[in-house]
């Protein structure tokens, strides 16, 4: 969430500046690349790294280091205290150049955080970044067998002894640019569907907004008070009234998106709308579909209109006091259907929801007795204020455990509830009352659009972050985010939060004008392929294609929309398509690397 936060603080920054944007840029140069050290003989430079005690604390990192000098291809070897480090990344660099190194094997930590910091040193002085390969010795050694420092060691050898392997067969790869087309595509006009478009549109690009509804607002419609006690209605007029009057937002109302092509940068999309179809061209996507409310299928709910949820509640309270008539006590019961009922997941908010409406009772009938019945209070943040706010104005909270659940019993077309008290070990019966059920958040249908822009959900449903802490708004396929509840239950704040780091991120390549492709693609050898067409069939990216060379079908990657996957690769019958850094060859010589004689 502070990746998140980051993010969406860097966005409203960038509003500020778009009019100004490029002004004062300053661009890094780099020299040209060598390609004829490249080309010559392996000379492997091995950097292992202590990462003060992260490494060091349990491996032997000095043995380390003196066994990497007796492999082969090897011609020089360094301990370095934090790799990682500005400084270290020049003494690196100039150690690289020193000794004429054309290969760098890093032994530290993932390659997936710090891959591309020790691929900018190599580019800095003038090594193609595809010449290096990362040994990981502190998440697969040192944190792993933290109570066995003599194992770590060893394996930590076995390691780097792989990674030289390979690193003798590493070749440059060449890095490809495609334009970016600066228009953006939000589909769901939620508030975070808003927040995300504004965003986007205040930095100064064209931005479609789809809504399959005839109106804009998504759940946020159904909220009567926010967290801190504001009209929610109040919020939605105004992102309506910005989006509305926004001259860079198309607004495509009663609008579903039926197909997505292409890649980051250049998507095509086909949007139905009045059964007519709209092609619109953009070079980014962000989701916002939101989620929805959960149906309770239990404590009576559908069968006694004096049972409700938390919405329902605000909605009637809206309205005025009807629904407090006859009303002594009021049960708010937790949890109903989430954490191992229906749903497995926390929505997070309905705590801050039952207290922020407990309060609101309070206000409205101070000598309404209101029993809140949980199984474990998640009032996180500022929201603690209000619990014990809560507490102060006599709200009771009773625990309850997920194997004695409270029971909502009907009789005379009233309704009680009976509940298992920890305290008095006994149970007791609450009558003339309104029960109210904290349900969850649950997704809406994703699977469709899921498939459309084959990008993964989560087993409940929502989609799926490429990395939880490092890209917490992307999706795994390039040039695609998310926001709001589409992502998983979350308050309008945080909602609002992650539009703004959605539309911050994705900013970034309409800002630049061009998109890197990662040089990891798939590549087919021509006079080896039979045209079989097995890998265009189960490429999940729809990344190779099909066409004629003298009347006999080849296979031919798209470089930006391959993700490197490897699924062509490994079912390729003729072996005609190798990976950037990962070929065949490489992979096999890692293997016999590591098992030695022992490997047939």
Not at 9 to 21: D, P, Q, T
Not at 63 to 84: E, I, M, N
Request: charge should be positive.
């Amino acid at each position: 969430e502070s990746v998140t936060q980051a993010s969406g603080a860097a966005a409203m920054a960038s509003e500020l500046l778009s009019e100004v944007r490029n002004t004062r840029t300053v661009t890094i140069s780099y020299p040209e690349e060598d390609k004829t050290i490249g080309s010559e003989k392996p000379q492997i430079g091995v950097f292992i790294c202590h990462c003060g005690s992260n490494i060091a604390g349990v491996v032997d990192v000095n043995a380390v280091r003196d066994y990497a000098g007796t492999l082969p291809g090897v011609v020089f070897c360094k301990d370095t205290l934090y790799s990682c480090s500005q400084d270290a990344l020049k003494g690196i660099a100039n150690k690289i150049k020193e000794n004429r190194l054309n290969r760098v094997v890093i032994a530290a930590c993932s390659p997936r955080t710090h891959e591309p910091l020790f691929q900018e040193t190599l580019k800095s002085i003038g090594l193609n970044p595809a010449l290096i390969e990362m040994a990981n010795i502190r998440d697969q050694c040192s944190w792993v067998h933290s109570q066995e420092p003599k194992a770590a060691t060893e394996k930590a050898k076995e390691v780097v002894r792989m990674a030289v392997a390979k690193a003798l067969l590493l070749e440059p790869l060449e890095q490809t640019t495609v334009d970016v087309s600066p228009n953006a595509l939000v589909i769901g006009g939620g508030a975070a569907g808003m927040t995300a478009a504004l965003s986007i549109a205040d930095q100064g690009f064209e931005c479609v907004l789809v809504e399959r509804s005839d109106q804009l607002g998504g759940n946020l419609r159904r909220l009567v008070w926010t967290m801190d006690g504001k009209k929610a209605s109040k919020v939605l007029d105004d992102l309506i009234k910005r989006v509305n009057r926004h001259p860079r937002i198309r607004v495509m109302m009663q609008a579903q998106v039926e197909n997505v092509s292409g890649y980051v940068g250049n998507f095509t999309s086909s949007i139905v709308k009045a059964g007519q179809t709209v092609v619109v061209d953009h070079g980014v996507i962000v989701i916002a579909t939101g989620g929805q409310e959960y149906s309770p299928k239990s404590y009576q709910y559908g069968k006694n209109n004096r049972v409700v949820t938390q919405l329902e509640l605000e909605a009637n309270l809206a309205k005025g006091k009807a629904i407090l008539k006859n009303v002594k006590n009021v049960v708010m019961i937790q949890c109903v259907g989430s954490r191992g009922e229906d749903m497995s997941h926390c929505s997070r908010l309905c705590c801050t929801q039952a207290i922020k409406n407990a309060l609101k009772l309070k206000e409205i009938k101070p000598n309404l007795r209101i029993y809140c019945l949980y199984r474990d209070m998640r009032t996180y943040g500022f929201s603690e204020d209000l619990f014990r706010e809560a507490r102060k104005k006599g709200v009771i909270f009773i625990r309850y455990k997920p194997d004695r659940r409270p029971e909502v019993i009907e009789q005379d077309q009233k309704i009680k509830v009976r509940v298992f008290d920890r305290l008095l070990k006994d149970e007791i019966d609450i009558s003339e009352c309104l029960v109210v059920l904290s349900v969850g958040i649950a997704p809406v249908d994703n699977e469709a659009l899921a498939k459309i822009l084959k990008t993964p959900l989560t087993p409940e449903g929502f989609f799926l972050e490429a990395h939880v802490k490092l890209r917490p708004v992307e999706l795994a396929s390039e040039g695609i985010y998310f926001c709001g509840l589409a992502h998983g239950p979350k308050s309008l704040d945080e909602s609002i939060a992650q539009a703004k780091a959605a539309a911050a991120k994705a900013a970034i390549p309409l800002a630049k004008g061009k998109a890197a492709v990662a040089p990891i693609v798939s590549r087919v050898d021509k006079d080896t392929c039979i045209g079989c067409g097995i890998c265009e069939s189960l490429c999940p990216f729809n990344a190779i294609r099909l066409f004629k060379v003298d009347k006999r079908r080849k296979a031919e990657t798209i470089t930006a929309s391959c993700k490197g996957c490897g699924i062509c690769a490994s079912h390729c019958p003729t072996l005609a398509i190798s990976m950037g850094g990962f070929t065949d060859k490489a992979i096999m010589a890692q293997i016999h690397a590591f098992a030695g004689e022992k490997c047939v």
